[in-house]
T-cell receptor
Framework: DGGITQSPKYLFRKEGQNVTLSCEQN?????MYWYRQDPGQGLRLIYY???????QKGDIAEGYSVSREKKESFPLTVTSAQKNPTAFYLC???????????FGPGTRLTVL | KQEVTQIPAALSVPEGENLVLNCSFT??????LQWFRQDPGKGLTSLLL?????REQTSGRLNASLDKSSGRSTLYIAASQPGDSATYLC??????????????FGQGTILTVHP
């Protein structure tokens, strides 16, 4: 069953902690993306990767980090430097940059 | 910088009505346009993709059109059903400048179809 999985579904973090959100795809896609969704702000691009071992900053990369060591995995770390991390985080993938994007179910992060 | 606007922000219709959702974008240098559906607390489901060289795409009761030169797209939903209730998002993949290859999203239209 092909698709994109994200874990966990819900995540709670204390201020000052780093947390890592998981994103895995079995679609054999080269490109992967991380978005943040806030009420009234729409979706904003955090980081994207066109190929293994390469990634670029999106529009709101400050306070986040990523890695792309395997084609199927693109984890996002929310660091303590991110001032307002409470949001809904969505991972997506596409065959290549410019192709149709498919999304995972999302992770809701809440900072306590 | 690309900007995508969706009108209306919210729409409530009785079951069975045909309806149109509108999307406009400021930079016509796009590679393609995608329409998505999002249910509350869920991820996005891709509904239709229109390449920049195409004028429209159809999938079941959905029809999306694209007028790239005027920066507009519409999503037509025929014979609406309560199960169509969701937020509908329009997004363009940019073909030029610093936004090359990135999706720019509209704010979405919240659709409610009541029985």
């Amino acid at each position: 069953d092909g698709g994109i999985t994200q874990s966990p579904k819900y995540l709670f973090r204390k201020e000052g902690q780093n947390v890592t959100l998981s994103c895995e795809q079995n679609l054999n896609h080269d490109a992967m993306y991380w978005y943040r969704q806030d009420p009234g702000q729409g979706l904003r691009l955090i980081y994207y990767s066109q190929i293994v071992n390469d990634f670029q900053k999106g529009d709101i990369a400050e306070g986040y980090s990523v890695s792309r060591e395997k084609k199927e995995s693109f984890p996002l770390t929310v660091t303590s430097a991110q001032k307002n991390p409470t949001a809904f985080y969505l991972c997506a993938s596409s065959a290549r940059l410019l192709n149709e994007q498919f999304f995972g179910p999302g992770t809701r992060l809440t900072v306590l | 910088k690309q900007e995508v606007t969706q009108i209306p922000a919210a729409l409530s219709v009785p079951e069975g009505e045909n309806l149109v959702l509108n999307c406009s974008f400021t930079d016509s240098a796009i590679y393609n346009l995608q329409w998505f559906r999002q249910d509350p607390g869920k991820g996005l489901t891709s509904l239709l993709l229109i390449q920049s060289s195409q004028r429209e795409q159809t999938s079941g009761r959905l029809n999306a059109s694209l007028d790239k030169s005027s920066g507009r797209s519409t999503l037509y939903i025929a014979a609406s059903q309560p199960g169509d209730s969701a937020t509908y998002l329009c997004a363009v993949i940019n073909a030029g400048g610093t936004s090359y290859g990135k999706l720019t999203f509209g704010q979405g239209t919240i659709l409610t179809v009541h029985p």
